[in-house]
């Protein structure tokens, strides 16, 4: 994706206040992100371990969603992302919470998925980052970023109600 710059991640919060937006926590190596292999941008929030944020692009520009991170149970087990479908074992999975954009979001309905709780999945997909095991597949990698992206915009339109 095309580097993103503070204002421009700030701007396209979708699900929050704009008061949220100025003042979350953005991630401290933005200009190191390795931008060229990223399908989207993910973090955690570095000061509180129950926020995360990602931002993509969609068709109609850049959509930042804001999400909160369900506690771990601590137990061990075998998960799978929702988006880029690498399985994890003990917490690498967490289920995130949206709340939804606008009237919906007000009125408290939310959109829950489970993702690589480091929201890292374009660097699982490119083998950069290394999850232990990865389903064994026999499409191409542009297939595999496909789906995600793919499974991505559904989650966002889900988030912003148009889906
Ligand atoms: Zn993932």
New binding site residues.
Partial sequence: MTPLTEPTIRASFVNCTKGEAKRLALPRDLAERPWADLDFLGWRDPAAAERAYLVAESGTGLLGVALRVAPQTGRVRRSM?S??L?THTGDGVSLMTARKAGPDGRAGNSVGSY??TDLA?SL?LRGRKNAGRRLDESITLAEKIDRTTGNLAAFLRQVIGSG
């Fill in positions: 992302c988006l880029c690498t993702l690589c999945c699982y």
